[in-house]
């Protein structure tokens, strides 16, 4: 069966909390499922014009939270709710502190945040690049001293079934399971 462009399945989407404050202090946040590792300490996101993005441009900072197994509800009510309608962090009941790095929030519920600064937007493309100053993890997802994926369990977007997914289950050793057909 073909598909058209426009129902091409490229997987994984992260789900990206994207935290912010506005001109008044006031804390949001948005989910967004487009975005990228664009290079050592920066991530790249694409998005449409929102209040986040207007608060980003004014503070020049941002956070970016993962969604997780546990926190899919209040992920989802992130992306389905508009912050200029209504204050989505009172709402969804979760806590939130101000980042000690960046002038934007951490939402609390969420076990992994980097905290960004704007590298750069271009409002006609909806490119936000940023650039990552520190990252917060709580213990209970670390390995070692690193995150823990099985731990972190991660959700990804499923744009065909419109549904959320867990990452977790390690199924080989990169750089290491290929070089057996070296």
């Known amino acids: 069966m073909e598909y058209s462009a426009k129902q091409s399945t490229i997987t994984p989407e992260g789900v990206f909390i ?90 609390e519920e969420y076990p992994l945040t980097l905290e960004c600064t704007v590298k750069s937007w271009n409002d006609e493309t909806g490119v936000l690049t940023g650039t990552i100053v520190a990252q917060q993890a709580d213990d209970r997802i670390l390995t070692d001293g690193k995150v823990d994926l099985g731990k972190l369990q991660p959700i990804t977007y499923d744009p065909s079934f419109q549904a959320y997914r867990v990452i977790g289950e390690v199924v080989g050793k990169a750089f290491k399971d290929g070089l057996q057909l070296k």
């Open 18 to 107: 994207i935290g912010t404050y506005d001109e008044n202090g006031v804390p949001n946040a948005m989910n967004a499922a487009w975005g990228i590792q664009s290079d050592f300490g920066e991530i790249t996101l694409f998005l449409a014009k929102h209040k986040t993005t207007e608060n980003l441009k004014k503070t020049g900072a941002f956070t970016v939270a993962f969604g997780t197994k546990d926190t899919v509800v209040i992920s989802d009510y992130f992306g389905v709710e508009t912050g200029s309608n209504v204050n989505k962090i009172e709402k969804a009941g979760v806590h939130v502190h101000k980042s000690a790095h960046v002038n934007a929030p951490i939402i």
